[in-house]
């Protein structure tokens, strides 16, 4: 079983900036799995945010948020990283993060005009 548990979220005004965490845990995580952040608004569907591979390198980030968000890890603590800088009140959504098989709680995030 794994278990990811996110953090950093909370209530914003435009412009700002929020960092989220997502540490994950469990004895068939691998730290070799691509590791992904999702968003989902009110009365929308789920939509892929960012993805970063095991190295760091290859990073996919969704056009809405390109240039805004960036996506890390730290392999030695089994976290994934968020921040987003110039948050707009289309952003606001609950955050999830995802490993292969499984899903976050998800963290609420709140941008205000």
């Known amino acids: 079983q794994v278990q990811l548990v996110e953090s950093g979220g909370g209530l914003v005004q435009a412009g700002g900036s929020l960092r989220l965490s997502c540490a994950v845990s469990g004895r068939t995580f691998s730290s070799s799995n691509v590791m992904r952040w999702f968003r989902q608004a009110p009365g929308k569907e789920r939509e892929f945010v960012a993805a970063i591979d095991w190295s760091g390198r290859r990073i996919t980030i969704a056009d809405s948020v390109k240039g805004r968000f960036t996506i890390s890890r730290d392999n030695a603590k089994n976290t994934v990283y968020l921040q987003m800088n110039s948050l707009k009140p289309e952003d606001t959504a609950v955050y999830y993060c995802?490993?292969?098989?499984?899903w976050g709680q998800g963290t609420q995030v709140t941008v205000s005009s």
């Open positions: 995802n490993v292969p098989d499984y």
